[in-house]
Structure formats: C-alpha cells, structure tokens
C-alpha cells in the first residue's frame, strides 16, 4: 500500500490524523524539523527525537550538490546516513533553484543552474528530480515545479502554475511507486483564487498520494496567505494529506491548521534558535537581551526540553554573549520541542472538540512576552 | 573531611586511585574534559557525562570576566549554572592572564590586565583568584601562579617559581577549607631539576591536598615533559592527588601516567573535535580527508559512542565540508569518549599489573592510520 493517510478527528475544518508510511506513522498536525544538507542543524539526530519530531525535511538542492545523491544511495540512503529513522519528506530542489541560485535558467524541459558550493553545472527536470529523491529514499517525495516568484502578475502566475502543472504530470510519470511511499502534488498560482482553483483540478485530475500549498511564505503575509487557504483547502481532496510548504510561525501554524492543513516545515525554530530568538508558550524573546543575564529562571516554565528543565535564562544569555555553540545547540532544541508541543496540543484540542477555544488560549498566552 | 585521593593499585609509578570530592568520587588516572567558559564546547553537560567524564575543569580568567564569578554565585555557582553535578576544577588564571592577554603587568602582589572581552582592566592577585574560584564553587581550587614563560633562563624560571611559591603561601591564607573542597599547589620551575626540587619542597612546606606540575606543555616537547617528571614526581607525596596541568595527547596521557600522574585536563579532544581532528584507538584522522568522502565504516570500531555507533566516516566528512555544527559536535564527543576510554583502559592496566603490557599495546595499535 502508498503511503496514506486516515482520519482521526475533525473539528470545523481542522483536521487530526495518521500518516501512514514506510518509517512508520506519524500523527498530525505534524511540524517536520528541516534537516537541509542531512543533518538538522545544531541538533543530533537523538536530540531531534526526544522533541517528539517523528518526521524531518532533506533538501533535494542541497544535497545533490553534497555530498551528492549517487553517494547517499552508495552508503544506504539518506535515513541511514542521517541515523533518521522515521519518515523523511524531500524537496523538489525547485524552490532552492529559484531562493537561492541566481545564475539559473529555465526552459520547458527544467532548469540549468550553477553550484553554490564549486560553480559546476547542475540540470534539474521533474525525471532528475524524481530520480534523485529516489536515491535519497524519500518517504514523501515531491513534484518538481517553478516556484513562483512574489508579486507576480495574474498573467505571470498563471504561466508558471501551468509549467507546474505540466511538470507534476512528468512527476508523476516518473514516479515509481513502492509501498509506504508517496508523491504529493504541488498547488501553485500565486494570491489568485481561480488560478489555485485550476491548479487543484489539474493537480486531482493527476491524482497524488497527498497535497501541497506551494508558492507561500514568500512575502505575501499572514493574511494573503489564510486568504489563499481559505479558497484552496475545501477543494482538495478530505482523504489525501495537506502540506503547506515553508510555514511558519506558531500564529501561522495554528491559522493554517484552522483551514485543514496537516503538515508544515519551516527554518524557523531551526534558524531562530541559532541567532538567540526563542519561541516559548508566553511569545519569542531575544536571549541576547542583557534583561536575562541575572534571569536564574526557565526560559518556557511550561517546557519540558533539556534546556527549560536544566538551565535558566541567564546561562542561555551568556552562551550567546561568548558565543558558545552551546547556545545554539540548546535553543534550537526548546524551539523544535515547542513546535512538537505546539502541533500535539492542537491535536488533542481537535479530537476533544475544542479547537477554536485552545487557539485563542494559544494566543492569549504568547501576548505577554513579545508577539510570536 | 576535606578533599582528598586513596590508593587503589600501583604498577611501577603508575597509580590507580580515587578522588573523593565534595561532588563525588572520581576514579583516577582522570581526564577532564575543558569547560572554559562555563560549557565544554559543542557539548551538552548530558552528552559529556556519557562519555564517561566525571571531573570537568572550568576557566578563573575566561568566567571572570564573562559572566563574572558574582553573577555565577549569585545564580547557584557554576554546577547549576552549566548543569554538571559533579566536580569540578578550576584554574587561577594564571596561564591565561599570561597566555590570552598582552597588556598585562605583574607586580609581587598580583597581575593587572585588560579584558579580551571589552578591554575593561581587571586584576588578579592570589587572594582574589581564590575569592573567585570560591564564588563559582570549586571543588577543586588552583593556587594563584605566574605561567613561567618557555624557554627561561635558570635566573628567569628561578625568580618566577619563587614568586609564584609567595602566592602558592598566600593562596593557601586565603583559602577556606569545606568538606570536600580542596586546594592545590603547582609546582613550577621549567625544565631545571633543581627549581622544581626547590618548589616541590616549597609547596609540601605549606601543604596541599594536591599537588599540579604546571609550566608544561608549552613548547618543551614530550621528552623534556617526561624528563621533568622523571625528577619531580618522585619526590611528591604518596598520598596526595597529582595534576599535570594542560596535558595532552594520548601518548603524553599514557607517558605521565607511567611516572605517577592521577589527573589531566586538555583542550585537545574538544579542539581537535571543532577542526575534524578524530583520535581514535588506531591512531589520528582528519575527517576533513576526501578519501572518508565514500567510506561508510565507523569512525572508530572499536568505539561505542554515538558517533562511531549511529554514523560513518562519509557522515562526518560531509559535515565537516558542508560546515555543518553536527560535525564538530559528534567529533568532540567521539574525542572525548575516547580520552575517556584511554584513561579507563590505563586503570584497568595498573589495577591488572598490566600497565607496561598495555601501554606497549596502545603505542602498537595508534601506528596503524597516523600518530597521536
């Protein structure tokens, strides 16, 4: 059987259920730690676990460049060289193409570009792409598409999601399914509701094992971004997974859940935890703020990670201040934690029927601190 | 009952025994690892425990200065502050006054200097290094002593041991004894015989519940570091602990071991983990070398930490070349696991009658991949 997922619970449009794959099952909402050039950064692979993280992110763009696909497959694919053992979702390579390479060129057929490790030449198609997601030994592979750069004209959208299209069409093809694996599709078309709308249909008339909102968390903002959702989720398929791609915040996450997305990735409890930003139950704060160098308390009194239940917030503030690698070792950590935190909660708050109620309690308690 | 070490074995000058601490007992020989500013870098206080460290060293100078010996004090000294709850030994500052900071000025009563940190002038006499290694909760302290420079002079290292055994007497006036707690001296004199026979009886004079051999691993080389000890070890206690200070690779570990060292300290397997340096059982690697690129084995098979039991030689290459903080992170806790590894081994040797064997027996297994 493909990889798939079962419902568990519903409550208005929020979604509780179980991805089903070869690495075993992982319940969602789920927040997947990106773990870019194999490794979640800061983080060992135990460390990432004992979060509660079931399933992380590889970057295709990354790693084919290094330490290059051929070679993972050679030493047993990416959950062995990794030492990650539950399920891994991989990128198309598409998105790092266009954020990342300045020196690309696209054509019908993919797209040429330059490493930013060496200058060597690099293609990608939707075959190369698929191909070297294979190699990885991706539980959740993705299509490879054009990621639509922001603003983008209707017109300017519209081509792009098209060229996507006819790429998840090759994607497809491409495939080869084996049991516990999958392909989701990718919904493009910018900030417009009929060019989403068309892109869903294109996207079924396919068929994948689940869904992906691409194309956001470019700069549109929070409220574009549920406006686009909002037009998107009711017509995706109610028994195929939804990911929406690079979100977010715990405000977006807890918005997008709301709207009947089940999965995320997003750098930024990765990212903020090595550049002193914490994410905690009371809202962010900056632990270079020289307010916590005599602060003998928890960072999140509510947290369980080793850093909550270990160290106080003066020893995280002197970290950074001697820039210590142990700062953001330890912060990263509590961040993933709370994202795990955060994902599970709004799990047990859909099963109990009170979803609406616990995301305004979320968001009441984040007020204090600082705004997440 | 103050601080203080029992006999356990002996093979030849080689000593097995325990430390008996405020925090703990200790086997010995002992290494530990280097907690300089409040964190052995790139590892959790969990990650190093399981390596097998029981004593970790903390840095006078480094803390001092950043987060100040008062804030540490004023949060529950440095235990709670980096989460280690077993002993821990701090230097006077000393050495780095000398070694991290041009602009000091010594004077018979102490050394005056300006920060690395912020340039803001600090001093440091024998009293106050003592007041600070207090405020951070040692359980082992230092005496105060000046870093005799290498090469000196006899004339030189002649007048900077006499000093340095002056602050040796007023560090032991300012020390306030507590069960458990300890003070040690350090026996300086460089590469003179007669200069370390003269501190020796100097500081046995006062009385210490340990005895350091400082002033080595400064550019003498392995063979004048043996031959020092050749002249000094002998003539110190039988029944005291026995420090030397700053040392180092394995085979210098084994070496002093041989002529009745008990404790160490190093910033060779944390440092050497930050710039892909790898000690291990066969000898030295640098995991930076393209020939690991394909090489799925363990770093070290004979080792069962995490990093040589979950990862492979390929991993860590990648890591190192990507620049990933994984890399230095499982590198310095491989580094220090087998520090750990090689000291436990030599007790078990001494306690077995084995010690020549055994050291014979290491020095055969190291030629394989390189030197350590």
Redesign the interface.
């Known amino acids: 059987m493909t990889l798939h997922w079962t419902a568990a619970g519903q409550d208005g449009a929020a979604r509780a259920g179980t991805l089903h794959t070869a690495h075993g099952e992982v319940e969602t909402p789920v927040f997947m730690p990106v773990g870019t050039?194999?490794?979640v950064?800061?983080?060992?692979?135990?460390a990432v676990r004992s979060t509660g993280a079931r399933m992380v992110l590889g970057n295709t763009y990354?790693l084919m460049l290094?330490?290059t696909a051929e070679?993972i497959a050679?030493?047993?694919g990416l959950h062995k060289?990794?030492?990650w053992h539950g399920p891994i979702l991989t990128d198309s390579g598409g998105y790092q193409v266009m954020s990342l390479n300045e020196l690309r060129k696209l054509d019908e057929d993919g797209v040429t570009f330059r490493s930013h490790v060496d200058g060597s030449k690099h293609r990608l198609t939707p075959e190369r792409s698929i191909e070297i997601q294979h190699l990885l030994g991706a539980d959740v592979t993705m299509c490879f598409d054009e990621c639509t750069p922001f603003p983008a004209t209707e017109e300017v959208a519209a081509a792009s999601m098209r060229l996507s299209m006819r790429w998840a069409a090759r994607s497809r093809a491409a495939f080869q399914p084996r049991a516990g694996h999958g392909l989701f599709g990718i919904v493009q078309g910018s900030v417009y509701p009929a060019l989403r709308a068309e892109s869903v249909a294109a996207l079924t008339a396919i068929g994948f094992e689940g869904y992906a909102v691409g194309g956001l968390a470019v700069g549109e903002g929070q409220e574009a971004m549920f406006a686009c959702l909002d037009v998107t989720t009711p017509l995706l398929p109610q028994d195929r997974p939804r990911y929406l791609m690079g979100v977010g915040t715990p405000a977006d996450i807890v918005g997008a859940v709301a709207r009947g997305i089940d999965m995320f990735d997003c750098v930024i409890p990765t990212r903020s935890g090595r550049t002193a930003r914490a994410y905690t139950s009371r809202g962010t704060l900056n632990m270079r703020n020289a307010r916590h160098?005599?602060d003998?308390s928890a960072l999140d009194p509510a947290c369980d990670c080793?850093t909550c239940t270990?160290?106080?917030r003066?020893?995280l503030?002197?970290?950074f201040?001697?820039e210590?690698?142990?700062g953001?070792?330890?912060l990263t950590w509590h961040n993933i934690h709370y994202y795990q935190t955060l994902t599970r909660r709004l799990r047990g708050a859909i099963l109990a029927g009170r979803f609406a109620e616990v995301a305004a309690e979320m968001a009441a308690e984040w007020a204090p601190e600082d705004t997440p």
């Open positions: 050039a194999g490794t950064k800061a983080m060992t692979a135990d990354h290094r330490p070679r050679r030493l047993g060289f990794m030492d160098a005599d003998g080793v270990r160290h106080s003066a020893y503030n002197h970290l201040k001697a210590e690698m142990l953001p070792m330890l």
